[in-house]
C-alpha cells in the first residue's frame, strides 16, 4: 500500500483527536453528583465542550410555553415573545437550576428545559406567575457598608450592640475612605483596598469564638467600580446569609428593616481570574413605582449632539398616574440610582440626573445597542399583556432516569460483548480488526458530539444501534467478499484488495441513501427526528471512514505480505 | 475458517407467493385486532393528554378503585390507571386522555392521591402532559419527514439503480413498519415519541439491507443474464449475501436483545419496536423486495 506511514498517521491523528475531546466529558461523568452539580450550577461555560444527557435519560423538566396573543394587536404580538422571554429567563435564573436551556419557537412558543431539577412543582409556579416589574431607590454606599458590616458582626458571632455600633462605625470610616480611594482612582475598582478595612471588624470576634467563620460574609462581597459584587459561585452562600434570621432581626434593630439585598442580572467579568461576578444592590423594599405605569419603551440613538451623542439609549413614556409619581420620585431623589427591578432582579440602576415630568424620561450611559434593546424589553415586560400558558410539560424524576441510564449501560455492555466474542471467534485477527473499526466508529460520533456539547437522547440511542449494525455490515460484506476471493484461489494480497473493491458499491450505496435520508430529516424532522438524524449523519460519515480506509489499512498492513490470512 | 453458510443455493423466491401471503394475512390480523381493540394505543405524545408515573410508599393496588373515582370527579374524564413493575404494586400510571387548555391537571390529580389515600406518601417519578395542539403537530411533522424522506430514497436508488429498484426498495419498507406497527396494535404496547425514532431505524436497517442485495444483483447481471433466468440470478444473489445479511442481523439483535431483556421500562417498548424490525426488514428482503422485482422483470425486463 502506498504511503502507508501518511495513512497510519492519519489514523493515529483520528484516534487522537477523538480521545482529546471525550476527555472533559469523561472527566466530569466520573465525579460525583454532588461535585456534577457544583460545577453545573457555578462554571456552566465548562459544560459547553461535554456530551449531555437529554432529559429522557437524566431526568429533568421540559415546558413548552405558548403566549396567548389572541387578545393583542399585530404590533404587540410582534415582540410579545421577546418580552415573555426576557421574563422567563430571569425567573429560571432565579431558580439556580443547573445549565437552563431556553429557545424560542415561532413567534409564540418558548421551550424551556431544566435538567435535573428536583422540585418540578415550584418550578411550574415560578414559571408561571405574573411578572413584577418595580421601580425602588437604592440606598446610599454609606447604609449599604452599615448594613455589611451588621451582617458580618451577626454573621461572626458578635451581637451586642456595642459590636454592631463599632462595625457600624468602623464601616462608616472605611467607607469614607474607600469614597476618597476611588475618587483618586476615577471610580477604579481596587477591591484589596477596599476590602482591607473589613478583616479587624469582625476579627477580635473572630479569635473568641472557635466556631466563626471568622470574615466568612465580607470576604464574599468584594468591590468593583465602587459597587459591591460577589462572584456567582458563592452567591448561593451570600443567599443563605442573608435568609438567616438573626441577620434580618440584627437588621431590625439597626433601623435597616426595609431594604433588601437583590442582585443585578448582568455577569461581569473579572480581569484577573476566570469566574464572573453579579451586583449586589442595596434597595429601598418599597417600590416608588409599578411596572404597569410603564406605556411604552424604546431603544434608540442619541441624537441630541451632546456628550452622549451617538450613543445607545432607552427612552420610556409612562402613563398619567405613573408620570405623576415619577415626578415626585425624581424631584425628592435626585442624583439617588432608581433600580428597574423584574421579580427582584435589578435589571439596570440608573441615576436620576434630574426631576422630570411629562410622562417621558431616557436612561443614558454606556450601553451597547443590544443592551438598550434588552434593558427597553425589560421595561415592556412589566405590562406583559398576554397569558402565558404550559402546553406541553415533559417531568423525568433523577431516580428513573438514573434507572434508565444504569440498565442501559448494563445492557450496552452485554451487547458489545456479545459481538466481540462473535466477530473474534467468527473472523479472527481480521475480527479484532473490524472491533477496532467499529469503536473508532462510536469514538468519532461521541466526540463530534461532545464537541458541539450536543445532547444524547433515547432516539440518539437509536441512532447508535443503528450505526453499529450498519459498520458491522460494511465489514462484514467486505470480508464475506475476501473469504470469496480467497475461496476462487487468488494470493491474500489480490484478495484483499478485490475484497474492497468489488464490496466498495454496496457499501456506498447503502450507505449514502442512509445519509440522503439523514439530511432530509434534519431538514424536515422536529425534536427527536432531528436528534437521530443529527448522529445518523455524523456516524455513516464516520463509518465509510473507518470501514474504507481504516479497516482496509489494518487489514492490507497485517496481512499482505504472509501466505495465509486469519478471516 | 468458521462459516455457517457455504456456497447455498436456498430458492428463495419459490417461497415468495407464501410469504407475501403471509404477510398480507398478518397485516389483516393486526388491522382487525385494531379495530377490535378500539385503535392504536397512542400516548399522550400524539393524542394530548396527561401522564403520570407514580410511585407511592405502600401498596396501592385496593385503592385504585377511589383513585378512579377520585380523578374521575374532576372533569377531565376516566383516567386509565395501570400499575407498573411486578413485585410491590405500590407504582400506577395514570393517563387522563383531555387536555383543556390552561388547566392544572397535573395539580389536580396530585391533589387527589393526596386525599384519597392520606397517609401513603408518593414520589411523582414521570409527568408527561401535552396540550391537544401539539400532539397533531408531532404527528404531522413526522409524516412529513417521512414523505420527503421515500421521495430521497426512490430518487437515490432510481440514478443509481433503475426506478424498478426503487419501487421495489420503497414498499418492503411499508411492509416493516406495517407489521411492527401491527405487532403493537395486536398487544396494545404504546406508541410513543421514541416509537417515531425506532421507525425510522428500521427503515434505515430495512434499506441497507435491501441495497446490499440490489447491489449484488446489479453486478450479477451486469453483463446480462446470459442464458439464465431472472430468478436464477435473484436466487442466486441473495444466497451469495446470506452468510453476511445472518450475521449482520444477528450482531444487531445482540444489543437489541439485551436492551429488551435489561432495559428500563421506557426503553423497552423502544428495544422491541426494534427487534421486531431488524428481524422483519431481513425477511423483506428475499421475501417481498425481490420478489417485487422479479414480477417488474417480467412485465418490462430490467435486464436481458
Do not use: C
Amino acid at each position: 500500500m502506498k504511503n502507508a506511514g501518511l495513512r497510519f498517521g492519519i489514523v493515529i491523528a483520528v484516534l487522537a483527536l477523538t480521545v482529546w475531546l471525550l476527555v472533559p466529558s469523561i472527566q466530569f461523568y466520573a465525579l460525583s453528583e454532588a461535585e456534577q452539580e457544583n460545577i453545573r450550577r457555578d462554571t456552566p461555560h465548562k459544560l459547553k465542550r461535554i456530551l449531555n444527557l437529554g432529559l429522557d435519560l437524566q431526568g429533568g423538566m421540559r415546558l413548552v410555553l405558548e403566549i396567548d396573543g389572541s387578545k393583542l394587536d399585530d404590533d404587540a404580538r410582534k415582540d410579545a415573545i421577546d418580552r415573555a422571554y426576557a421574563i422567563i429567563e430571569n425567573r429560571i435564573n432565579q431558580l439556580g437550576v443547573a445549565e437552563p436551556i431556553l429557545q424560542k419557537q415561532g413567534r409564540d412558543r418558548i421551550i424551556v428545559e431544566l435538567p435535573g431539577i428536583k422540585d418540578e412543582k415550584v418550578a411550574k409556579e415560578v414559571i408561571g406567575k405574573t411578572a413584577q416589574l418595580e421601580f425602588n431607590l437604592v440606598r446610599d454606599d454609606a447604609d449599604r457598608e452599615r448594613a455589611l458590616a451588621i451582617i458580618e458582626a451577626t454573621v461572626s458571632g458578635g451581637k451586642s450592640p456595642d459590636d454592631e455600633a463599632k462595625s457600624a462605625e468602623a464601616a462608616e470610616a472605611k467607607d469614607q475612605a474607600n469614597q476618597e480611594l476611588a475618587d483618586k482612582l476615577f471610580g477604579g475598582s481596587d477591591t484589596t483596598a477596599a476590602d482591607s478595612g473589613s478583616a479587624p471588624a469582625g476579627g477580635d470576634d473572630a479569635l473568641n469564638d472557635p466556631f466563626s467563620a471568622a470574615g466568612t460574609f465580607r470576604s464574599l462581597i468584594e468591590m468593583m467600580g465602587g459597587m459591591t459584587v460577589v462572584k456567582n459561585e458563592s452567591r448561593a452562600r451570600v443567599n443563605e446569609i442573608l435568609r438567616r434570621d438573626d441577620v434580618r432581626r440584627a437588621l431590625d434593630r439597626a433601623g435597616l428593616g426595609g431594604n433588601s439585598f437583590l442582585w443585578g442580572y448582568e455577569d461581569l467579568p473579572a480581569s484577573n481570574s476566570s469566574s464572573t461576578y453579579k451586583y449586589l444592590y442595596y434597595v429601598k423594599s418599597a417600590p416608588e413605582m409599578k411596572g404597569d405605569v410603564i406605556k411604552n419603551a424604546m431603544a434608540t440613538i442619541d441624537q441630541s449632539g451632546g456628550m452622549n451623542a451617538g450613543r445607545a439609549k432607552v427612552d420610556f413614556e409612562l402613563n398619567a398616574a405613573g408620570a405623576r409619581s415619577f415626578t415626585r420620585v425624581t424631584s425628592h431623589n435626585l442624583h439617588k440610582q432608581l433600580s428597574i427591578v423584574l421579580d427582584s432582579t435589578v435589571y439596570s440602576a440608573p441615576r436620576i440626573q434630574s426631576r422630570i415630568s411629562g410622562g417621558r424620561a431616557e436612561i443614558t450611559g454606556s450601553f451597547t445597542m443590544e443592551e438598550a434593546k434588552a434593558l427597553s424589553i425589560i421595561l415592556r415586560a412589566g405590562a406583559l399583556p398576554a397569558p402565558v400558558n404550559i402546553i406541553e410539560e415533559r417531568t423525568v424524576g433523577p431516580s428513573l432516569g438514573q434507572d434508565a441510564i444504569e440498565k442501559g449501560i448494563l445492557a450496552m455492555l452485554i451487547g458489545t460483548a456479545l459481538i466481540i466474542v462473535f466477530m473474534i471467534i467468527y473472523y479472527q485477527i481480521s475480527g479484532i480488526i473490524v472491533l477496532f473499526a467499529l469503536f473508532l466508529n462510536m469514538l468519532i460520533v461521541l466526540a463530534t458530539m461532545a464537541a458541539f456539547g450536543a445532547t444524547l437522547t433515547l432516539p440518539g440511542i437509536a441512532g447508535l444501534i443503528l450505526l453499529i449494525s450498519m459498520g458491522t455490515d460494511a465489514n462484514v460484506l467486505i470480508f464475506e467478499r475476501i473469504r470469496e476471493e480467497l475461496a476462487q484461489g487468488r494470493t491474500v494480497r489480490s484478495a484483499i484488495e478485490q475484497g474492497y473493491q468489488n464490496a466498495l458499491s454496496a457499501i456506498l450505496d447503502a450507505n449514502l441513501t442512509s445519509i440522503v435520508v439523514g439530511f432530509i430529516l434534519m431538514w424536515k424532522g422536529t425534536g427527536p427526528i432531528r436528534g437521530f438524524a443529527v448522529i445518523l449523519v455524523i456516524g455513516i460519515t464516520a463509518s465509510l471512514f473507518t470501514a474504507l480506509f481504516v479497516s482496509k489499512l489494518l487489514m492490507t498492513s497485517t496481512f499482505q505480505k504472509r501466505a495465509k490470512i486469519s478471516i | 475458517m468458521l462459516q455457517i453458510f457455504k456456497n447455498t443455493k436456498y430458492d428463495f423466491l419459490g417461497y415468495s407467493k407464501l410469504a407475501i401471503g403471509l404477510s398480507l394475512a398478518f397485516i389483516g390480523a393486526s388491522i382487525i385486532m385494531l379495530i377490535l381493540n378500539g385503535g392504536f394505543n397512542m400516548s399522550v405524545d400524539f393524542a394530548g393528554g396527561t401522564t403520570m408515573q407514580i410511585k407511592f410508599d405502600q401498596p396501592v393496588r385496593d385503592q385504585l378503585p377511589a383513585i378512579r373515582a377520585g380523578i374521575g370527579d374532576q372533569g377531565f374524564g376516566q383516567p386509565e390507571i395501570k400499575t407498573i413493575g411486578l413485585a410491590d404494586n405500590n407504582e400506577i400510571q395514570i393517563t387522563v386522555r383531555t387536555q383543556p387548555e390552561g388547566v392544572d391537571v397535573e395539580g389536580a390529580i396530585r391533589s387527589v392521591l393526596g386525599s384519597a389515600l392520606a397517609g401513603n406518601n408518593f414520589t411523582v417519578l414521570r409527568v408527561e402532559s401535552v396540550g391537544p395542539k401539539i400532539g397533531g403537530e408531532l404527528t404531522r411533522d413526522a409524516v412529513i419527514a417521512s414523505i420527503f424522506a421515500l421521495l430521497a430514497i426512490l430518487l437515490y436508488v432510481s440514478i443509481r439503480f433503475k426506478p424498478s429498484f426503487a419501487v421495489a426498495s420503497v414498499i418492503p419498507l411499508f411492509h416493516d413498519v406495517l407489521i411492527t406497527l401491527g405487532i403493537f396494535a395486536i398487544f396494545r404496547l404504546e406508541l410513543t415519541l421514541p416509537f417515531v425514532a425506532a421507525v425510522l431505524t428500521i427503515i434505515g436497517y430495512s434499506l441497507n439491507d435491501t441495497i446490499v442485495v440490489f447491489d449484488r444483483l446489479r453486478e450479477n447481471s451486469k453483463n446480462g443474464l446470459r442464458g439464465r433466468t431472472f430468478r436464477e440470478v435473484a436466487n442466486g444473489s441473495i444466497n451469495q449475501t446470506l452468510s453476511r445479511t445472518i450475521i449482520t442481523t444477528v450482531t444487531s439483535l445482540f444489543s437489541l436483545v439485551a436492551l429488551y431483556v435489561l432495559g428500563s421500562d421506557a426503553i423497552k417498548d423502544f428495544a422491541l419496536a426494534l427487534t421486531i424490525g431488524v428481524v422483519v426488514g431481513t425477511y423483506s428482503t428475499p421475501f417481498i423486495a425481490v420478489p417485487i422485482l422479479e414480477w417488474w422483470h417480467k412485465k418490462w425486463p430490467i435486464v436481458k
